[in-house]
């Protein structure tokens, strides 16, 4: 990318980018949307590509009361303009019950993780449960991300916020 005005190319492509973050996660803070921007695109201030994509329709933004915080979620120019890039696009939903505190505290951890191993190996792909669980019955359990390295290597990532014991996880560890 040369300095001045980015080609149409390389503004679908930072479009797709932040999109298909939040599409992965279901949902971002804000924060989460800033360092996501920071760490792909190097852009010190993320600030004015968040506003222009909220007006745009490209994203929604929900104003969660308890966390005294706004959730960014996909908005109906989003979801159009992935359409030809994520296969899952037409399984996403996003309703109030997934920022819930149990689930927004676990996704926050989930999504913290994703920063963490980003910095430290290189991720190909990065699919999340919702996508894993598509076309599956609801009693077959499911890590919360599936991790592919660029060697074809798969790695389960399991996020948990409270004790659990560690048979019941055991049914989703080299299933695939």
Same mark, same amino acid.
């Given at each position: 990318?040369?300095?001045? @005005?980015?080609?149409?190319?390389?503004?679908?492509? @930072?479009?797709?980018?932040?999109?298909?973050? %939040?599409?992965?996660?279901?949902?971002?803070?804000?924060?989460?949307?800033?360092?996501?921007?920071?760490?792909?695109?190097? #852009?010190?201030?993320?600030?004015?590509?968040?506003?222009?994509?909220?007006?745009?329709?490209?994203?929604?933004?929900?104003?969660?009361?308890?966390?005294?915080?706004?959730?960014?979620?996909?908005?109906?120019?989003?979801?159009?303009?992935?359409?030809?890039?994520? +296969?899952?696009?037409?399984?996403?939903?996003?309703?109030?019950?997934?920022?819930? #505190?149990?689930?927004?505290?676990?996704?926050?951890?989930?999504?913290?993780?994703?920063?963490?191993?980003?910095?430290?190996?290189?991720?190909?792909?990065?699919?999340?449960?919702?996508?894993?669980?598509?076309?599956?019955?609801?009693?077959?359990?499911? +890590?919360?991300?599936?991790?592919?390295? +660029?060697?074809?290597?798969? %790695?389960?990532?399991?996020?948990?916020?409270?004790?659990?014991?560690?048979?019941?996880?055991?049914?989703?560890?080299?299933?695939?």
């Amino acid at each position: 990318m040369n300095k001045g @005005r980015l080609t149409k190319e390389e503004q679908a492509k @930072r479009i797709r980018k932040l999109l298909s973050f %939040i599409f992965i996660f279901r949902y971002a803070t804000r924060e989460q949307l800033e360092m996501f921007i920071k760490s792909t695109e190097g #852009l010190l201030y993320p600030c004015r590509i968040i506003e222009t994509f909220l007006a745009r329709g490209y994203i929604k933004r929900y104003y969660k009361s308890l966390f005294g915080r706004y959730i960014y979620h996909l908005g109906d120019e989003g979801k159009s303009f992935l359409y030809d890039y994520e +296969p899952y696009i037409e399984y996403y939903k996003f309703d109030s019950q997934s920022a819930v #505190l149990n689930t927004y505290k676990h996704h926050n951890f989930l999504i913290e993780t994703f920063f963490m191993l980003k910095k430290q190996i290189e991720i190909k792909e990065w699919t999340s449960e919702s996508v894993l669980r598509i076309g599956a019955s609801r009693v077959e359990k499911y +890590p919360d991300g599936q991790m592919d390295l +660029p060697s074809g290597l798969k %790695i389960a990532i399991e996020v948990e916020t409270s004790y659990k014991n560690i048979f019941g996880q055991r049914g989703c560890v080299g299933r695939r």
